[in-house]
C-alpha cells in the first residue's frame, strides 16, 4: 500500500532535520523538532510508524530513547510480532522497515522478545 509519507522519504526528511538542528541533537529536542512537521492524527497507522521509525531510530543508536519513543518502539514491535501490521507496510519498503524496527528493538530493550505478559 503506497501513502504519503512512506519511511524512505520521511527517513530523508529526518535527515534534513538533524542537518538543520545538528547543535542541539538530543532525542527530547529531536522530537520536538521533527514531529510537528506532521499532523499525527490524521496519519495512517502505518503512515504514523514510517514518521516515527526515524527518529526511535536515532534516539536507539545514539542511547538516547526517550520513554515516549521507548513505548512506540514496543507496540510497534508487539504489533509486528503479532501479524498486525501484515497488509498495512508499503511492500516495497516492508523489509527495510521490519529490519530497522526489529534491530532498534533489540538493540533497545537486549531481547527479541516481548514480555511474557504481552506474548
Known amino acids: 500500500m503506497k501513502y ?56 536507539v543508536d545514539n542511547d538516547d530513547l526517550s520513554e515516549a519513543m521507548s513505548d512506540e518502539l514496543y507496540l510497534y514491535y508487539e504489533d509486528l510480532l503479532k501479524g498486525r501490521l501484515d497488509g498495512i507496510l508499503d511492500e516495497e519498503e516492508a523489509p527495510i522497515i521490519i529490519k530497522d524496527l526489529t534491530e532498534s528493538y533489540i538493540k533497545a530493550f537486549g531481547k527479541d522478545t516481548l514480555d511474557e505478559e504481552d506474548q
Open 4 to 59: 504519503d509519507f512512506d519511511y524512505l522519504g520521511t527517513k530523508e526528511l529526518f535527515d534534513d532535520c538533524l542537518k538543520a538542528c545538528w547543535k542541539f541533537r538530543s532525542g527530547s529536542y529531536l522530537e520536538d523538532c521533527y514531529l510537528p512537521e506532521f499532523k499525527e492524527s490524521s496519519l495512517a497507522e502505518a503512515e504514523r510508524l514510517n514518521v516515527l521509525l526515524p527518529l526511535i531510530k536515532w534516539e
